[in-house]
């Protein structure tokens, strides 16, 4: 796949397909549109009790877009990944654009874990997360989706299904269920933007929900 821009990516999303590559090492890039989609609640994932005992014990905190390019590295640095260069350079170029996102999350102050993906209208495609220290991908992912239920997003893709999401309360959906969500998502005019919350508000609110 040649000549693959942000535009074109965006627009690739828009219709709801996505690149990946076959390994970091080949330059090649695929279109993906699996018959299955992957998706987490937004505003508020399940957490289970040893989540939010780990919450509970405190020195977590989150930021928004402070360690973009770590946080994509990191998600990359793993026995096999689909992650090549090029899509390295056009999260990069997103990034720069205003529309990829990364969530770092850290435990008194290392960086613990994180996740990023791209946001358009109401609509956000995870691409990677990784975890640091235990329990640091999914409390990136109880962050993300408490700040997209704040910040008025519809769907929050995972691209796959994959039995840590399951845990978390992500399913599979159809492609055509899929597109009708993603449709009605684009529509809606959110920005993931503001203040995260702290540690002991998201237990709060986590606790409130289970």
């Given at each position: 796949?040649?000549?693959?821009?942000?535009?074109?990516?965006?627009?690739?999303?828009?219709?709801?397909?996505?690149?990946?590559?076959?390994?970091?090492?080949?330059?090649?890039?695929?279109?993906?549109?699996?018959?299955?989609?992957?998706?987490?609640?937004?505003?508020?994932?399940?957490?289970?009790?040893?989540?939010?005992?780990?919450?509970?014990?405190?020195?977590?905190?989150?930021?928004?877009?402070?360690?973009?390019?770590?946080?994509v590295d990191a998600c990359a640095d793993r026995p096999e990944?689909?992650?090549?260069?090029?899509?390295?350079?056009?999260?990069?170029?997103?990034?720069?654009m205003g529309f990829a996102h990364s969530l770092e999350v850290?435990?008194?102050?290392?960086?613990?874990?994180?996740?990023?993906?791209?946001?358009?209208?109401?609509?956000?495609?995870?691409?990677?997360?990784?975890?640091?220290?235990?329990?640091?991908?999914?409390?990136?992912?109880?962050?993300?989706?408490?700040?997209?239920?704040?910040?008025?997003?519809?769907?929050?893709?995972?691209?796959?299904?994959?039995?840590?999401l399951e845990s978390l309360g992500g399913r599979e959906i159809?492609?055509?269920?899929?597109?009708?969500?993603?449709?009605?998502?684009?529509?809606?005019?959110?920005?993931?933007?503001?203040?995260?919350?702290?540690?002991?508000?998201?237990?709060?609110?986590?606790?409130?929900?289970?």
């Open positions: 796949m040649e000549g693959l821009t942000p535009q074109l990516m965006l627009r690739a999303y828009a219709a709801g397909i996505f690149p990946m590559a076959d390994a970091a090492d080949d330059p090649g890039l695929h279109w993906i549109d699996p018959p299955f989609r992957g998706v987490l609640p937004v505003g508020g994932i399940h957490a289970s009790r040893s989540l939010r005992r780990s919450l509970r014990r405190g020195g977590w905190s989150a930021t928004l877009n402070a360690r973009f390019e770590a946080v990944t689909w992650i090549n260069a090029p899509l390295r350079g056009l999260y990069r170029e997103l990034h720069a850290w435990r008194e102050g290392e960086l613990a874990g994180g996740t990023f993906g791209i946001a358009l209208g109401g609509a956000w495609f995870g691409e990677s997360m990784f975890s640091a220290r235990t329990d640091g991908s999914k409390l990136a992912l109880l962050w993300l989706s408490h700040q997209l239920g704040r910040c008025g997003f519809r769907l929050f893709d995972t691209q796959f299904s994959t039995p840590h159809s492609r055509r269920a899929y597109r009708a969500a993603l449709s009605s998502a684009l529509s809606v005019p959110a920005s993931l933007s503001g203040p995260l919350p702290e540690a002991a508000a998201l237990l709060q609110e986590t606790t409130q929900m289970s």
